[in-house]
């Protein structure tokens, strides 16, 4: 079968084995029911360090030291790490990246960066450059907060489409060879950048939605899938109202989503009520994968999976001057024999 | 598959309008009503204080006034409570001075890990500033219209 | 009594910032800014001073309260000096809550550190 199908999607015709996954939370994310599956959890907001930032960057390394334990293999032996997070100049990837010595590429794919990083991981290891590739994103409230919202001790309330940004880190080791109990990717379809018009960046499900409607519905045009396929169509953060409009831009296709359907930002808050529209950040995703999915696939509970993390690529500078958010979506199929 | 041939912009735009959840309008304002209200008791607790036990005049007692409440609002936002009553109060913190001085704290602390001076020094004003600009500026405009009215 | 309506009109001027919280699109920044440089207006006008009369703190707690006093200032200023008391009318009759805001601010920042919210 050839790699390129048609337009988006590729296929890992080589073995791309998931063989390391590690998950690193806040105190909030350890309290709901996802809770005993993250791999290390933090009660306080620094876990000990001096800023927010700096703790940012502990969680995002723990996160891959975690991963590359599992591998079995050292940071040595990993040809590549591929992070990202939300943070001005991606600096808890970049500044761990410093610390883990593994030769790097940075990438800004806003809370679809678990997915966008994975895929270009999977090609790497598909195409013969690389054994293994670390695959790392993180995020943390008070950071995405400073740096697009508002100060934390600031006394306005949340609007009722709001998000809170994840406290978490994800990391997976993509390697060439593994188990065969270990999940694979076995495609990837890469998203476009669209733009609806929205402009409230509290808003950012509404934001997300088609561009996660396009990617879905493209990924299962090119390889042929019924959506029923997959046990789970996992988004990463779209939240209540954005998961809401995809089951309309999908239904409005004949595609059926809400039965398999599970999306992390909704599923991490699903028991706070103060959280509105669920939680977001890369690290919603990218713990959820590694700390719920891929262990339940490794067990059998789950044996196919699109995991389709959805990015919000705005700044405060392109919200300050009016413009409206652009968003993007990116699919890998994950699966075991 | 383009998503841009099923469904236009506007036609998106509208779509969301209308499936976002609604804010309870009823609810919000007896909420900000009743902080509100509740705050502006307190400060006017402390003019009669200004007023009457220490003696200022009416100048001096509204200027007091408006040192004591503009402490309050930030030892409440030190404190880490003035975001909890502003999450149920609405404008009804927002609104009163208290909620200036909130906006003043809390800007600052964010930045503390900046340092005391391009952190804290730079950043007090960063959400409160225009506050300052606009009401100094329009009082200004608004004096030599009347000088030149008189 | 004073207490009373300093509650009525207090609310009922907080309860305005509220319906165009929630009604526009306009961020508390915004709604800030219109609430001072109205008190400023509305006291220019004269609309200001029978509220004021009336709700006492709830007219001057509220931030159209710092508008009024920002524009008596700039009357009195004229006032008293011509065309430069327009200048250093408003900021000498709120002297105090700048100073206030300046210094305590500082200082609750430098003596506090921030949490994320529970």
């Given at each position: 079968m050839d790699k390129k199908i048609k337009k988006a999607t590729v296929f890992f015709a080589e073995s791309v084995y998931i063989t390391g996954f590690g998950s690193v939370v806040g105190k909030k994310e350890k309290d709901s029911w996802l809770g005993s599956w993250f791999d290390v959890a933090f009660d306080e907001d620094l876990w000990g360090e001096k800023s927010w930032e700096k703790c940012e960057r502990k969680m995002f390394l723990r996160a891959v030291e975690v991963a590359l334990a599992k591998a079995g293999i050292t940071e040595k032996k990993a040809d590549y790490l591929i992070g990202g997070d939300l943070l001005n100049q991606i600096i808890s990837a970049g500044f761990s990246a410093r610390e883990l010595g593994i030769p790097f590429f940075g990438i800004y794919g806003a809370c679809s960066s678990m997915a966008e990083s994975m895929m270009l991981g999977a090609m790497l290891v598909d195409g013969g450059f690389a054994n293994n590739v670390v695959c790392a994103t993180s995020s943390h409230f008070a950071t995405a907060e400073r740096q697009f919202r508002s100060p934390l001790e600031l006394g306005t309330p949340k609007t009722t489409t709001a998000q809170w940004t994840v406290v978490g880190a994800g990391a997976s080791v993509l390697s060439k060879q593994g188990e065969p109990f270990y999940p694979k990717i076995t495609y990837a379809t890469t998203g476009r950048v669209l733009d609806f018009?929205?402009?409230?960046?509290?808003n950012m499900g509404a934001a997300m939605a088609p561009a996660a409607a396009e990617t879905i519905m493209l990924h299962l045009e090119e390889t042929g899938r019924d959506i029923s396929y997959y046990d789970k169509i996992v988004t990463g953060d779209l939240g209540k109202l954005g998961a809401g409009i995809l089951f309309d831009l999908l239904n409005n296709e004949g595609?059926?989503?809400?039965?398999n359907y599970f999306d992390c930002g909704i599923e991490i808050y699903k028991e706070n009520n103060d959280m509105h529209c669920g939680g977001s950040g890369c690290g919603c995703g990218g713990s959820v994968l590694n700390g719920y999915f891929i262990k339940n696939m490794i067990e059998g509970t789950y044996k196919k999976i699109l995991f389709v993390a959805t990015g919000a690529l705005l700044s405060p500078t392109s919200t300050g001057q009016g413009e409206s958010i652009p968003a993007i979506a990116h699919a890998i199929a994950i699966e075991t024999e | 598959m383009d998503i841009k041939k099923s469904i236009n912009k506007k036609q998106y735009q509208k779509y969301v309008k209308e499936k976002m959840p609604k804010s309870k309008l009823l609810k919000e304002c007896a909420l900000a009503y009743f902080f509100g209200g509740i705050i502006c008791m307190i400060g006017q607790g402390v003019y009669d204080l200004g007023n009457?036990?220490?003696?200022?005049?009416k100048d001096e007692a509204s200027s007091f006034t408006a040192i004591v409440m503009i402490f309050l609002g930030s030892f409440l936002t030190g404190l880490g409570v003035y975001d909890i009553i502003g999450k149920h109060a609405g404008a009804g913190s927002i609104v009163p001075i208290t909620g200036f001085a909130n906006s003043i704290v809390s800007s600052a602390m964010d930045f503390k890990r900046e340092g005391l001076v391009m952190g804290i020094g730079a950043k007090?004003?960063?959400?409160?500033g225009p506050v300052l600009v606009y009401g100094i500026t329009s009082a200004v405009i608004v004096g030599v219209i009347y000088f030149f009215a008189k | 009594m004073d207490y009373l309506w300093s509650f009525i009109i207090g609310g009922a001027i907080c309860t305005i910032g509220q319906v165009l919280l929630s009604k526009?699109?306009?961020n508390p920044g915004r709604i800030l800014v219109l609430f001072v440089t109205g008190g400023v207006i509305l006291g220019a006008v004269g609309v200001y001073k029978p509220i004021a009369e009336l709700g006492k703190a709830g007219a001057t707690v509220p931030l159209t309260g710092f508008g009024y006093a920002l524009y008596q200032g700039a009357f009195e200023g004229v006032d008293k000096s011509g065309l430069l008391g327009a200048f250093t009318g408003p900021v000498s009759s709120t002297a105090g809550g700048i100073a206030g805001a300046v210094v305590f601010g500082y200082l609750i920042a430098v003596l506090f550190n921030p949490n994320t919210k529970k």
């Open positions: 018009g929205i402009k409230d960046a509290n595609i059926r989503a809400c039965d | 009457y036990f220490f003696n200022f005049s007090l004003f960063s959400v409160a | 526009t699109n306009l």
